[in-house]
């Protein structure tokens, strides 16, 4: 996945800096704007491909065997963003960001710089995401997955290093942050009850320097660990309030008559004011939202997957 995202986030970065700021706007609603959409497209793609293959390979060297209840659609998992939207629209935000900043008398190569990194975060956190849910929807197709175990790699925030090691169901949520690399470990249920496999919070403090310790949890955070203090109730103690939203997860991604949303809702389509195309009547969810939504019922997840498109 690494490879992936470095190769992919290389390709844009190589078209972003081809564009003179005072044409960003327009390049990026015309053909640099296009290619980069593309080359984010085939990164999503290329990680999606791998899920099930990733979910199988696991089951079976712990042998568990393979009793697969479905397939992944890898192809109904490109062009959406995480948060439901066409992929299109977000990869447009830099650009807006680079102008305003070039508004606001910030010089070129700093406005271009900001929306550069900007969109650098963006890319690599769509590419992680899409392979994060590929291998959810993956897992859920795999009746022998019963969990998964979070994965980290250094080097990492202090949020995700306290969550190192911990098993979850296999379908509840992944809590993760822009770029965030960490990654899911498929679990049968012999093997989790059998060993552990990922490292546990402690373990990735000791590997890290010094110097990486003050930089991820505060020089008062890292001296407090050293000196024994738990690391979750040091990283907890440092963490702010937020909202989220309480809403339903849905996309108007692949929703029309000839998208793979569409035609897998059959839900009769409505035009919609100020689109050209009829949408389905039948809002698209998220896959994330079919999984919390069907709490646990492996039957209604599977159901709810092929009605919307996710696996075959």
């Not at 990654?183 to 590997?207: H, I, Q, V, Y």
Request: with cysteine.
């Amino acid at each position: 996945m690494q490879s992936i995202t470095q190769s992919v986030v290389g390709a844009v970065q190589a078209l972003w800096r081809d564009v003179t700021p005072d044409r960003i706007l327009s390049a990026m609603q015309g053909e640099t704007g296009r290619a980069i959409l593309n080359a984010v497209i085939a990164g999503q793609l290329s990680a999606a491909q791998g899920a099930q293959a990733f979910v199988t390979g696991a089951m079976l060297a712990q042998g568990a065997g393979v009793a697969q209840a479905a397939r992944l659609n890898p192809g109904a998992l490109v062009g959406i963003a995480s948060d439901g939207r066409p992929l299109a629209t977000l990869l447009y935000v830099p650009a807006i960001s680079t102008a305003q900043a070039l508004q606001m008398g910030m010089s070129a190569e700093s406005a271009m710089a900001h929306g550069l990194s900007q969109m650098a975060t963006m890319v690599a956190t769509q590419i992680a995401d899409t392979a994060r849910t590929a291998t959810s929807v993956a897992m859920t197709a795999e009746p022998r997955c019963v969990s998964y175990v979070r994965v980290v790699k250094l080097p990492a925030c202090s949020r995700c290093i306290i969550l190192a090691g911990r098993q979850y169901s296999y379908s509840e949520g992944f809590k993760r942050h822009p770029r965030c690399d960490c990654g899911m470990e498929p679990m049968s249920d012999a093997e989790w009850r059998s060993r552990e496999t990922a490292k546990a919070p402690d373990d990735l403090f000791n590997a890290m320097s010094p110097e990486e310790r003050r930089k991820r949890f505060g020089t008062a955070g890292a001296d407090a660990i050293e000196n024994g203090a738990d690391i979750n109730q040091v990283v907890n103690a440092r963490r702010g309030l937020s909202t989220t939203t309480t809403g339903k997860q849905v996309t108007t991604e692949g929703v029309t008559r000839r998208g793979i949303g569409g035609q897998s809702l059959n839900s009769g389509f409505e035009k919609v004011q100020g689109q050209r195309l009829q949408r389905a009547k039948e809002a698209r969810l998220m896959p994330e939202q079919i999984l919390k939504q069907a709490d646990g019922n492996r039957d209604l997840q599977l159901a709810l997957l092929k009605k919307h498109g996710y696996i075959t």
